[in-house]
């Protein structure tokens, strides 16, 4: 999955608890975005970033957090998860922003209980 | 905002058949509309996009048309094959824009 590792790969958690999941790239991009993929819904952003320390809202940014200290690594926090979370989370890439050359990575499987 | 509505959410169809999937979008000023394939346990991958300056767009087996007036595009997949069993998404955008995605719709090629 064109050198994306996301970890881990499943998670169990009890709601409340704090979360984050990684993602870490071995291509040099500049952008690295956050998806949820819920059945009905499809794909939906979460967050994204342009830069190390440059990042931004998508469409269902509330109840997350990101950050990005290094090029190649791009963290999501669950502050204090909540059933509504539990979802497939999926990392993506590209080395543009062009969203013509957006590559996945593998999924996070989250389940808040 | 974009919205995108993808129909149907299951399709299942005999192997050698064609498998056809539609897709509409509300804002009529995007541009892009890129097609996904997800795998089973694996992340999207990008199969085939098309441009609003270009009306259909082929590559092997599969073709994607595009109806501007009407605002929707369509996947088609010809002599289908099981390795095309998988989640299909749609997407549009405009330029400088997020993408956004259609629901999904789970293909299933019986033998």
């Known amino acids: 999955d064109a050198g994306i590792t996301q970890s881990p790969r499943h998670k169990v958690t009890e709601t409340g608890t704090p979360v984050t999941l990684r993602c870490h790239q071995t291509e040099n991009h500049r952008y690295m975005y956050w998806y949820r993929q819920d059945p009905g819904h499809g794909l939906r952003l979460i967050h994204y970033s342009y830069g190390v320390k440059d990042t931004d809202k998508g469409e269902v940014s509330d109840g997350y957090s990101v950050s990005r200290s290094k090029t190649e690594d791009f963290l999501l926090t669950l502050e204090s998860a909540t059933s509504s979370q539990t979802s497939v989370y999926f990392c993506?890439?590209?080395?543009?922003?062009?969203?013509?050359?957006?590559?996945f990575g593998s999924g996070t499987q989250l389940s808040v209980l | 905002g974009e919205n995108v509505e993808q129909h149907p959410s299951t399709l299942s169809v005999q192997e050698g058949d064609s498998a056809v999937i539609k897709c509409t979008y509300s804002d009529s000023a995007s541009n892009y509309f890129p097609w996904y394939k997800q795998e089973l346990g694996k992340g999207p991958q990008l199969i085939i996009d098309?441009?609003?300056?270009?009306g259909e767009k082929k590559d092997q087996r599969i073709a994607v048309t595009l109806n501007k007036t009407a605002k929707h595009f369509s996947l088609h997949i010809t002599e289908t094959q099981p390795e095309d069993s998988a989640v299909y998404f749609c997407?549009?955008?405009?330029?400088?824009?997020?993408?956004?995605f259609g629901q999904g719709t789970r293909l299933t090629i019986n033998p």
């Open positions: 993506a890439i590209s080395s543009n922003g062009a969203v013509e050359k957006l590559f």
């Open positions: 997407a549009a955008s405009k330029i400088s824009q997020k993408l956004v």
């Open positions: 098309i441009r609003s300056n270009v």
